[in-house]
């Protein structure tokens, strides 16, 4: 069966959508570009399906556009009505349409590249920033408690492993402390809200590692492209790092939701209900519609 969907794919690629092309070109007198911008299709489906479109163009000019840089765009347009021979007088909208999803197509590969370079730093307790970012996510969730020490077990009252959160960074290096604490400054009452439904006696978590671990969560979404529908309809241009932080506010909201809403029985299942979160956000994102905005409600 395999081997079959293999020969379909590689026929489909190779021979059947090449003439598939030509004809509708012929019929309609437009290139799949010029089709693609003249649907009624939204934003996000737009521009995915002109992505595609351009990696699997044979052309290498075509290709490389979907790696263009926010300063070369307008030159992978005109080169790309060029290559198509379109008529942009009679085709008036094609190049500012192709403009804007090359836009949020090589928008969503610089974000992931800054989002990489925060994951990649690692917190260092002898850099002063890192510690009053630290101190600062302290003082945000635990206004009226004041920190008897840098290295102490209050730290677990905010959902940290020990007594020193320098080491639960590891894995997400300065990104998980930058989502915690975007999350704390930009929505204080939602935050401090989730951290004390976190200590709830049967249905408890430590707040800060599951932050992390959705921090993680996001970063795999970014990765591996699930998140450009998201990003493609809430942005009508290049998705900032404020939009990725955003998205992880809606994560941390949702999955406390959920999380309450699964009643597991243990903290033990926090693996089994996470993936089973992941795959419900997964799911959304497969909507063309799709906008993931936290919803202050809880």
Known sequence: ???????????????????????????????????????????????????????????????????????????????????KKINTQKDAVFASKLQLSLLQISGCKKLYSAVEELRKQPYNSDNKEHEEQLMEL??????????????????????F???????????????????????????????????????????????????INLTEMAYNLLKNGHLRTHFYNLVPGEPQMKDFHQFY???????????????????MYFNQYREKFHEKVKKHLLDYDVVLALRNEI
């Open 1 to 83: 069966m395999k081997m079959i969907v293999h020969l379909w794919s590689y026929l489909y690629r190779n021979i059947f959508r090449f003439w598939l092309k030509w004809i509708l070109r012929q019929l309609t007198g437009k290139c799949e570009l010029q089709r693609i911008c003249d649907g009624s299709m939204k934003r996000a489906e737009r521009t995915l399906r002109i992505e595609h479109s351009l990696e699997s163009s044979k052309c290498k000019a075509l290709q490389r556009a979907v790696y263009s840089s926010k300063d070369d765009v307008e030159k992978c347009v005109a080169l790309i009505i060029e290559q």
């Open 138 to 159: 302290w003082n945000l969730l635990m206004p009226h408690e004041k920190l008897k020490a840098r290295i102490t077990k209050q730290w677990c009252d905010i959902g």
């Open 249 to 267: 506010c809606y994560l941390a909201y949702e999955f406390d939701k959920f999380w309450f809403e699964e009643k597991p029985e243990s903290i």
């Open 161 to 211: 492993q020990g007594d020193d959160p320098k080491t639960d960074f590891r894995g997400m290096g300065m990104l998980g402390l930058t989502n915690l604490l975007y999350f704390s400054k930009h929505y204080p009452r939602e935050a401090r809200q989730i951290l004390s439904r976190s200590n709830n006696p049967k249905l408890g978590y430590s707040y800060a590692i599951v932050g």
